[in-house]
Each structure stands twice: as structure tokens, then as C-alpha cells.
């Protein structure tokens, strides 16, 4: 990153760098390797990453064997790259995004000092590690924090192009990683955006006039450049093969995943307000609510410096977007984050406190410690009230109460040492000491909760280790912690088709087994013959064996089979 320095002589500028840079590294390295990967994405996404090493097939994901059709691959490039450099899987499939949120926070800090001053830029960077949502992405290995990344990448070349430019290197970067961000996620286009406001103040306010050259032009080839680098050799593997299985997941990565589920949703449906009430107060906090402690303020500032205006209305239009779709998930939206965050930190430079706005944020941190001091009481007491709300997670709750007290005895300590700074730095030092404590030991004891390890060891022991085990209604994390051969019969078919294929494999070996979870009907298979092997993830998981088998089973419509050797080998490396 030394190349962000280059332009700057002032002392003030490198010291504020370097104490961001180790402050945010070590926020983002913590917990990294104390942890394994937790439902819903992550097994997903690490399961794939595996397979890639495993099996040399780089650019078509698989899970179990099955190609995995719902997203390009490079998050899963990048975590199988750490893994083959690292030689462990479980610290590589963390870091891609401990990374990206590194790169994320020092681009924010670089712009606000070039646009403004040093002070922004770290107030920038301090206020975008403050808000919920950045912290609780970038320290998960979903795919979401890799495409904010490179969308901020793209937002820097742009803004250091028109805004401080002309330099035609960063404009042409920002397309290429615009073009890295649509084959990570095909939203990776939404730099694009900010094209808009840059143009209606050019033409408006005759402003960055030096930018728009005729070469600006060229900046859509480099993206569809860098696309055509996994999409050219993908589509000639598809026509080469011609197989129906390479043709679906053609079919469906292009155009299925794309426009189809833009316009088409079929899961995730809210209402066009979802992100403005659900998701911005909340994970945003606390930027709506410093907007509106200094509304005057800002919107005077949002009049007079052109800059803060272009990034907020590009958020705005982001959320537009994002809102327009039928489908929404609340971090759809986090690609917008260090804009806003760099905006937000422009437009309030220098305000004075306001004490309703101090109040409210002490009070809630003050909330979160009481709530955290109860919780951890009524865990240690083991209350029955407790005990039924989280039987279907642990049956251990002491365990937990103890690291609840611990975080509330700090909480405690660290408002009342801090109680007279800056409510937000006050803020900062509660969430650094969360996540230090949540991160450690919090992460050692959520381990055995958030997996199915326990599960699956005991179904190893009860069957053997040379045995084979099927899979029916299943979620990936069932392959990656398997010490077992896994066989299952597409993730994506019909539980019912599953279950046909599964009952014709179980007749070809005297050692084949089923796993599957205790809610589910079956037709070819007596569940009460089945034997339980725990509980993992509110479901308890029956084996069954041959015995279990009913005497017919109607045949499946297609035969799919797919085979994995010992996939949870990783966990002894």
C-alpha cells in the first residue's frame, strides 16, 4: 500500500497511515484460525474452495462433486488460493475478506485526506469500522465483503480521476475492477453509478471538465476485458463438453442468477422501504443518526462542496437499485457503506457535540451491557426459561454465562474509564474490546454450536470409517466436516428425487448408511428404524441403515449420483 503515500510529504499524513493500517489489521486478523466455517454461506463458499485444491477443477465450483451454478468463482479463487499458500483451511478461508476490509478502510482514509484533509480521512476510516454491518461482514467469509471491496476500488479510480485528476491510470483500474467485481458478484457494475452525478455536474456546474476525454471511452473494454478472462474460457469449456450438466450451469450462472433474479426474485422478498427502515438505522448506525443531529450542517455542507454530494447521491442510487428488486437481503447494500462513510465524515468535519445525540449513544451501550450482564446471569443459573429458548443449540449454558459476564464486567469497566471522551470514541473502545473477547473465546465456544462435527463423529464411530454415508436434505457444512466418503444426490433436486436415488444406491453396497434429518417424510425408508446421531442446527439427524429400506421405492427421474472422498481431511491438517 506504500503506493498511497507517494503524493504526500506531510508527517501528519504517514503517521495517521500507519496507525490505521496496524489498528485495522489487527481488527481484521483477529479470530482468524480459532474458528471453522458457520452456516448459512460460509460452508458453502470454503466446501467449494476445498474442492478446487482437491480436485485441480478451478473454474467450475462444485460442492460434493455437484456444480455449484449460483455465483462466479473468485471469492472462492481467493480462498482456495490461501488455502494452497497456507496449508490450512481453516486460517485461509477467513483472510480474503480480512484483507479486502483492510484495502477498504486505508482507500476510504486515502480519499478523505487527498478530498479534504488527514482529519477526515481518519474519521472516515474510524466512523466505517464503527458501523455494525462493515465489521460483521469483513470478518465472515461471505462474498459480500469482497464485492464492496472492489466497488470501493472502483468508486477510488473514478474520484481520483474526476475529483483530483485527471489520471487516466486509476480511471482505467476502476473499470478493471469493476470487471473483477461482476465475476465475483454480478453487481460489481455499480461504480458506474456515480458516472451520473459526475456528469450532471459537469454539464451543470461545468465541473472535472479535464476528465471527459474521448479515451474515457476505452474504460468499458477494460472491464469486459477482465470479464472475458473467466467468462471466454468457461463458455469454450461448455460448448467443448456440450454436456447437459456443463449447459445448466451456462444457463444458469449468465442468465438465471443475473437479470432473472434482479427483476424475478423468488426468495428474499421485502418491501421496496426494506433497506431505509430495516436495515440503514440499525446496521448504519450511527450515521443517519449523526445526519440528523446536524442536519443544518449537513445539508449546507451537502450544498456547498459538490464532492460530498456526487457520494451521497451514488449512495443513494445504490439503494435506489438495490430497492427497485423484489428481492432484497439486508447486505445487499453494504457496497454503498464506505462511501457513505467517507461522506458523512466530509459533511460533519469540526461540528460541535450534541448532547441528545451523546445521551442516546451512551445510553444504548449502556443498554447492551445491562442486557449482556442478564443474559449472562440467567446462563449461569441455567434458567430454565434460558434452557428452552436455546435447547435446540446447547445444553450447557454455564459455559456461555461466563463469557457473557466477562464481556459485561469489561463493558462496564471501559464506559466507565472512558466516560468522558466522545460518545462515538467511547463507542469504538466497546466494540474494539467486543470483538477481541468475541473473537477468541467467544468463537472456541460457539465452535461445537455452529457446526455439525458432533454429528458426524459420532455417525463415523457408530458405522466405521470405511463405510459409506449418504446425504438426503442436507446443507454443505454435512460434506466439509464429514471423516467420512460422502455421496449425495443433487443438492439440487427435489428432497423426493433424493430420496429415489438414495434408496437405489443403497442397494449397491452392504456398507452404505443415510443421514438425514428427523422432520422429513420419506416414501422408500422407515424413519422409526433410524438411529439418532445428535442434533446439529435445530434438526436431529436418524441413520439408517439397510434395515430401514422399505421393499420397493418408485425409480428416480434422472440418476445423480455424486461421490466425495473424506472431505473433513482438512480438519487433521
Known amino acids: 500500500m506504500n503506493f498511497l503515500l507517494k503524493p504526500f510529504d506531510s508527517d501528519d499524513y504517514r503517521q495517521v497511515f500507519w496507525a490505521l493500517f496496524w489498528l ?14 458457520w452456516p448459512a454461506d460460509e460452508p458453502r463458499f470454503v466446501e467449494a ?3 478446487m485444491v482437491s480436485n485441480g477443477q478451478w473454474l467450475f465450483p462444485s460442492r460434493g462433486g455437484e456444480f455449484y451454478p449460483d455465483k462466479p468463482p473468485v471469492f472462492m479463487w481467493a480462498i482456495a488460493l490461501c488455502y494452497l499458500l497456507l496449508g490450512n483451511l481453516k486460517l485461509a478461508f477467513l483472510l480474503p475478506n480480512a484483507l479486502c476490509g483492510l484495502l477498504t478502510v486505508m482507500l476510504v482514509f486515502d480519499l478523505g485526506a487527498r478530498l479534504w484533509n488527514v482529519r477526515t480521512g481518519r474519521n472516515a476510516a474510524l466512523l466505517l469500522m464503527l458501523v455494525p454491518q462493515f465489521l460483521v461482514q469483513t470478518k465472515n467469509a461471505q462474498i459480500d465483503a469482497m464485492v464492496m471491496c472492489w466497488i470501493t476500488v472502483g ?8 475529483m483530483v485528476g485527471p489520471n487516466w491510470r486509476w480511471y482505467f483500474v476502476s473499470w478493471a475492477f469493476m470487471g473483477l467485481g461482476v465475476i465475483t458478484k454480478g453487481v460489481g457494475f455499480l461504480p458506474l453509478l456515480m458516472l451520473i452525478p459526475l456528469a450532471v455536474y459537469a454539464w451543470r456546474q461545468k465541473l472535472y471538465l479535464p476528465s471527459w476525454k474521448w479515451k474515457a471511452a476505452l474504460g ?3 472491464m469486459l476485458a477482465v470479464i472475458a478472462a473467466w467468462l471466454v474460457p468457461m463458455v469454450l469449456t461448455v460448448l467443448h463438453n456440450g454436456s447437459p ?23 428474499h422478498i421485502k418491501p421496496w422501504y426494506f433497506f431505509i427502515v430495516s436495515v440503514i438505522p440499525w446496521l448504519w448506525f450511527p450515521l443517519p443518526f449523526l445526519a440528523i443531529a446536524h442536519w443544518k450542517t449537513f445539508v449546507s455542507r451537502l450544498k456547498l462542496d459538490p464532492q460530498i454530494a456526487i457520494l451521497l447521491l451514488w449512495v443513494a442510487l445504490v439503494i435506489v437499485f438495490f430497492s427497485i428488486s423484489p428481492g432484497k437481503r439486508n447486505l445487499y447494500i453494504l457496497p454503498a457503506l464506505p462511501m457513505a462513510s467517507l461522506a458523512m465524515a466530509a459533511a460533519l468535519q469540526g461540528v460541535d457535540r450534541k448532547r441528545w445525540f451523546e445521551w442516546l449513544v451512551s445510553g444504548l451501550m449502556w443498554l447492551v451491557t445491562v442486557v449482556t450482564l442478564v443474559l449472562g446471569g440467567l446462563a449461569v443459573a441455567e434458567s430454565p426459561w434460558l434452557l428452552d429458548k436455546l435447547a435446540d443449540y446447547t445444553d450447557n449454558l454455564a459455559r456461555f454465562g461466563y463469557f457473557l459476564l466477562s464481556m459485561a464486567l469489561l463493558f462496564t469497566l471501559a464506559l466507565l474509564v472512558t466516560r468522558r471522551s466522545f460518545s462515538l470514541i467511547r463507542a469504538g473502545v466497546m466494540t474494539f ?3 477481541v473477547l468475541y ?7 460457539l465452535d461445537s454450536v455452529r457446526t455439525p462435527k458432533a454429528v458426524l463423529q459420532h455417525t463415523a464411530e457408530v458405522i466405521g470409517v470405511d463405510a459409506q454415508l449418504g446425504l438426503i436434505h442436507f446443507k454443505e457444512q454435512f460434506i466439509l466436516f464429514s471423516p467420512l466418503d460422502i455421496t449425495h444426490f443433487s443438492y439440487l433436486a427435489p428432497v423426493a428425487e433424493q430420496e429415489r436415488n438414495a434408496w437405489r444406491w443403497m442397494q449397491q453396497g452392504t456398507q452404505h448408511y443415510l443421514l438425514v434429518p428427523g422432520g422429513d417424510k420419506l416414501q422408500c425408508f422407515d424413519m422409526s428404524k433410524g438411529r439418532n446421531m445428535g442434533t446439529a442446527h435445530r434438526e436431529d439427524w436418524y441413520l439408517l441403515g439397510p434395515d430401514a429400506m422399505n421393499a420397493s421405492c418408485p425409480e428416480p427421474e434422472q440418476v445423480e449420483v455424486y461421490h466425495t472422498e473424506r472431505p473433513g481431511q482438512w480438519m487433521r491438517e
Open 24 to 37: 485495522t489489521l489487527v481488527v481484521m486478523l483477529l479470530g482468524i484460525g480459532f474458528r471453522s466455517p
Open 49 to 51: 474452495a476445498r474442492e
Open 155 to 162: 468508486c477510488y479510480g473514478l474520484v481520483r480521476h474526476f
Open 439 to 445: 473473537a477468541s473465546w467467544g468463537y472456541l465456544l
Open 245 to 267: 450438466e456443463y449447459t445448466a450451469y451456462m444457463n444458469n450462472i449468465l442468465f438465471k442468477q443475473t437479470g432473472h433474479r434482479y427483476a424475478n426474485a423468488w426468495h
Open 220 to 222: 468499458p473494454l477494460v
Open 433 to 435: 474490546i467486543g470483538w
